[in-house]
Structure formats: C-alpha cells, structure tokens
C-alpha cells in the first residue's frame, strides 16, 4: 500500500524552528505535487504550502515568510522547516500528494496519517 509518513513533530517552545518531514514509501514523489496542511483543534483543515515536481511553491498568508517546503527526490522526502513558531500554530499537521505537476492543496489523491506539533512553554 502506497503511504506517506509524517515525523518531526513534538513539543516546541514558542520561538522555535522544527522541520517537519514527508517520507514516501511504495511509490516515487517524482511524479507528485506535495501539500502540507495543519488542523488545529475546532477548526477546519488548512492548506499551508505546497511545492510542485519542478519545485515552485506556494504559501499561506498564515505562514508566509516563517514557513519553508523543500524536497529531496533522491530521498523520496518533502521538507517543512517551520520558524518562530507560536501558539497558534498547534495543531496536527499532514502532507498529500497529488499525481502531476501542481501545486495542490485539494483533490489530494493520497495522505500521511498526521504528525502532532504543540508550541507551549
């Protein structure tokens, strides 16, 4: 079965600059325009950033200028480094992939089952 697996996560200080990663088994992300979305308690699933096959990226205005998507192919591995992280970016964060060349953040034809990152001191 085709997977992807988040990892990375944990408890972060306020401040502080995890990097999230997306590790594909079964299947190459050559192929794949990745998505990192993030739902917070109570609230909808939010598309934060995405990154196509050749490497163009697209970010939220929510994490413009903190937040940066990255990919390795010879890894098979797509990045999130996240800095100065505060409070209300607690949440369970996933990536997705979506066969082609996009930039997707919908229509994803397959999903990571989620890493948990809480910013708290």
């Known amino acids: 079965q085709l997977q992807l697996v988040e990892s990375g996560g944990g408890l972060v200080q306020p401040g502080g600059s995890p990097r999230l990663s997306c590790a594909a088994s079964?299947?190459?992300?050559?192929?794949?325009?990745i998505g990192w979305f993030r739902q917070a308690p109570g609230k909808e699933r939010e598309g934060i950033s995405c990154?196509?096959?050749?490497?163009?990226?697209y970010y939220a205005d929510s994490v413009k200028g903190r937040f940066t998507i990255s990919r390795d192919n010879a890894k098979n591995t797509v990045y999130l480094q996240m800095n100065s992280l505060n409070p209300e970016d607690t949440a369970v964060y996933y990536c997705a992939a979506r066969l082609g060349n996009s930039c997707p953040l919908a229509g994803m034809d397959y999903w990571g089952k989620g890493t948990q990152v809480t910013v708290s001191s």
């Open positions: 079964r299947f190459t992300l050559d192929y794949y325009g």
């Open positions: 990154i196509t096959n050749g490497g163009s990226t």
